[in-house]
């Protein structure tokens, strides 16, 4: 009778161990899986913010497909172009790499209607041009503050100029 008891203690330990070793298991588990909620849940809460982005074209698109923008960098500088709706360019800003400057504007035909821009030499420029790419009007000044105007009329003569 008393080997059964003893048996019966030897049973016991070794239940109450795996017992202990069994919560030890379950304590794991919940905290894997706290730990990859956590993980989910930081990665689903917003954009990461990148410290920087490194490309040479980026192309904006409408929701449905077509090309609205585009800002590309190249070996002369860096274009940025915006679309209009029938993908003709509205406007363009011109970078140069000699340090010039140029925003061109454009009517709903894709055609250029106005330039404004600074040179690499500090001069200010402002050009109003026709559907056929005339210039109608030039406005500039230097880098001196010198100013200078022309103005054309229909048949391409000059009818104004300063100086």
């Not at 794991?28 to 689903?44: K, Q, R, T, Y």
């Not at 410290?51 to 192309?59: A, D, L, Y």
């Not at 559907?131 to 000059?158: E, F, P």
């Amino acid at each position: 009778m008393m080997t059964q008891k003893s048996d019966m203690g030897g049973v016991f330990e070794r239940m109450r161990a795996l017992e202990q070793a069994h919560r030890r298991w379950q304590a794991i588990g919940c905290l894997g899986v706290l730990f990859v909620g956590a993980v989910l849940l930081l990665g689903a809460t917003g954009a990461t913010v990148l410290g920087e982005v490194r490309t040479k074209k980026i192309v904006l698109v409408d929701t449905d497909g077509r090309t609205r923008g585009v800002w590309s960098s190249g070996s002369r500088g860096t274009v940025w172009l915006m679309g209009q709706a029938g993908g003709k360019a509205a406007a363009e800003l011109l970078v140069d790499e000699d340090g010039s400057v140029a925003l061109n504007l454009y009517d709903k035909d894709g055609n250029v209607r106005s330039s404004f821009a600074v040179t690499n030499e500090s001069a200010s420029l402002l050009h109003l041009l026709d559907t056929n790419h005339k210039r109608g009007v030039d406005l500039s000044v230097g880098r001196d503050g010198r100013a200078y105007g022309q103005i054309r009329n229909d048949d391409r003569k000059t009818f104004w100029r300063t100086p």
